[in-house]
């Protein structure tokens, strides 16, 4: 089987690639699913302070995923004839989801609300997460989502020629992983409100970390990029977090 990268559909005589109509479509299906389960779960949220908490999340993440993203290759900023429109479209889920928890933590603090909101949107985010890097792996090498040369049996040929690993896989698969574990946790544990989206953050920054020593990157300080040196941070504030949870195991 092979496949021609980056793949696109024909829509209305026009050649549009897949990548940004999955991602569309991930984030369509996530908040119907968000939307669902707010439904089935009480929340003190009242709707206008749920909506706030919304675009809060958005704000940030979308600031957050093109700042982060385009520190993965401040030369080619400079380099670029135009600058904004290389800021634009430069972007990256550990920019969007780091910055969107600070947006959601400043949306609180304004609106008065101290409950943690986290838990009930980790499942729509790794559904969106999953069906977007579908998108990525269809999109070959002409997106800065694949993996560095390799000649392990895992290795693919994503539109360069060359066998590479495809990251975008490798981590849909940890996203299903992570999920049953996540579902495991949500069934078998008592834990306090915005645990599960703790361990959710640190099970995949940690992953992204390791994960980007097979990617292509552009150092930016000790020999990491951008992405990894944010989720260090971010790995660092989640575990100081789970150390003061202990979570009840129901028997």
Known sequence: MTIDFPVSIEIFGHSVLIHPILESVGIFIAMRYYAFLRKRNKSSLTTIQSFSIIIGALIGALLGSKIIGTLENPQALLDAKNQFLYFWTSNTIVGGLTFGLIGVEITKKIIGHKESTGDL????????????RI?????????????IETTSIFGMNLGDGLMRHPVALYEIVYLLLLWIVLKIIQKKYIYPSG???????????????????????????????????TCVCVIIYYIFKLLQTKPKYIK
């Open 135 to 147: 998108g990525c792996f269809l999109t070959g090498v002409y997106e800065q989502t694949y993996g």
């Open 195 to 229: 645990y599960l989206f703790q361990v959710f953050m640190l099970a995949y920054f940690l992953f992204r970390f390791c994960l980007d020593f097979i990617k292509p990157i552009h150092p930016l300080f000790l020999g990491l990029s951008s992405i990894q040196l």
């Open 121 to 132: 949107i980790v499942f729509p985010l790794i559904l969106a997460m999953i069906i977007g």
